[in-house]
Structure formats: structure tokens, C-alpha cells
């Protein structure tokens, strides 16, 4: 089993709501990320979480907020969103740097939650 | 800082060849990855390097300069499903820890 699975797949949401994004593997991959991509950009950063610790937070606004709850779950509880946040919300997980040699360790992503905030 | 640069956009006609360049700068050096990407759809692995020289995956080749900062990604054959965005990947950071920061990305268009 090679996937990385995202719910929900589309997200409307207000200004004042609160939502959660969630991701699972089942991989053994310790290592996971949040990427957001806005219409014809790369994906960018937000989050890197190693052995279910916070490694990783690239100054991401505070009403984005994540957590992982064990080794398989990566979530990403979201409030107070602006119209601005609206893009595609990608989780990636791979096996963590202390878990590889130099054999192909690429990192696997999930399909995506397309997120509007109105 | 950390730049990672490719050609924004890229036509080639199909059974073409065509080279997608990336360079890069970074804090950091754990190996350069190619991913593929759909309209609407999660990036796809397509290849990686570390070392240099060049890999070769039926029709996908890539290769990387670590002393340049460069890589390309090579398409043979050109089908039409290969239009899509190509994204170049460094993986930087350290042994605890990594991040995977992509390009700029190049939006390749093949006509028949």
C-alpha cells in the first residue's frame, strides 16, 4: 500500500468556522508534511513533522495548526481562515532521514483537499 | 535563502524529445527529485538523484551536477498525456530532519 489519503476531498468554509484537514498513511513513514499550492504554483511548505514531533514550521500563521496524533495520522485543524488561504492542501509522508540509506526514499502525496474559503 | 529555478513553461510536438532544466540553490543537499503533476491531481514520483550522473527510467532520464547545482529531466517519446507540470524537488535539512522544497515548476504542453 503505497497512498497517502486525504479527507475531505473539497472543503467550503467561512471566515469564522472551524474545520480539520486529516491524512493517513499506512507506510511506516515517520516522516509527514502539510504543502500548500495555489492554481499554477509549486507546492510550498508548511509543516514537517518527524517521528509525530514538530520538526518543521515555515512561520505559517497561527490559525493553521497541526498535529499528529500517532505514526499513521497527520491533521491539520484550520480557523479563522481568510479568502487568501483558499488553495490545495497537500499532505506528503516518507521515511524519515534516520530510516534511509541512499536507496530511493521519495516522498509519496496524497491526492489533495481542495479548500474555498468564503 | 534557497532558489530553485525552472523554465516556467515549455511545447514540444509529440515523439519529441524535450530537456527540462532545473538549478538550484540551497542550504543543505539530500538528494533532487522530479515529480509530475496533473491539472487538479497530487504530484507523482518520477525520479531521483544524489549522486551524480545521470538515471534512466524507460522514457524518463535525469541528471544532476552537484558542483553546478543543476539537473535536468529528460522526455523521450512524447505522448500527449505526458502535458502536465513538471516539478523539480531538493530535499535539504539534516539527519533529524528534511524538508522537500519544490521549483518553480514547468507547465509542458505536447502537441500532435
Known amino acids: 500500500d503505497t497512498e497517502v489519503t486525504q479527507t475531505p476531498k473539497h472543503l467550503v468554509m467561512g471566515m469564522t468556522n472551524k474545520k480539520s484537514l486529516k491524512c493517513e498513511q499506512h507506510m511506516g513513514h515517520r516522516a509527514m508534511y502539510w504543502y500548500k499550492q495555489k492554481a499554477k504554483k509549486p507546492p510550498e511548505l508548511m509543516f514537517v513533522?518527524?517521528?509525530?514531533?514538530?520538526?518543521i514550521n515555515e512561520s505559517v500563521p497561527s490559525r493553521f495548526s497541526p498535529e499528529c496524533p500517532n505514526s499513521s495520522l497527520l491533521n491539520l485543524h484550520l480557523h479563522a481562515l481568510q479568502p487568501e488561504d483558499s488553495a490545495l492542501y497537500l499532505c506528503?509522508?516518507?521515511?524519515?532521514?534516520?530510516?534511509?540509506?541512499?536507496?530511493?526514499?521519495?516522498?509519496?502525496f496524497g491526492q489533495g483537499t481542495r479548500l474555498t474559503v468564503v | 535563502g534557497q532558489n530553485i529555478d525552472q523554465p516556467t513553461e515549455m511545447t514540444a510536438t509529440e515523439g519529441a524529445i524535450v530537456q527540462i532544466n532545473c538549478t538550484y540553490q540551497t542550504s543543505g543537499f539530500n538528494g533532487l527529485f522530479w515529480y509530475q503533476q496533473h491539472a487538479g491531481e497530487a504530484p507523482t514520483f518520477l525520479s531521483y538523484?544524489?549522486?551524480?550522473g545521470l538515471e534512466e527510467k524507460g522514457r524518463f532520464s535525469s541528471f544532476l551536477s552537484r558542483s553546478k547545482g543543476y539537473s535536468y529531466l529528460l522526455l523521450k517519446e512524447l505522448q500527449m498525456k505526458d502535458s502536465a507540470s513538471y516539478l523539480c524537488?531538493?530535499?535539504?535539512?539534516?539527519?533529524?530532519?528534511?524538508?522537500?522544497?519544490f521549483g518553480t515548476g514547468t507547465r509542458l504542453q505536447v502537441f500532435p
Open positions: 524537488a531538493v530535499r535539504g535539512g539534516s539527519y533529524n530532519t528534511d524538508k522537500l522544497i
Open positions: 513533522y518527524s517521528y509525530e514531533k514538530l520538526s
Open positions: 538523484n544524489v549522486l551524480d
Open positions: 506528503a509522508s516518507s521515511p524519515h532521514p534516520r530510516d534511509r540509506g541512499l536507496m530511493n526514499t521519495e516522498a509519496f
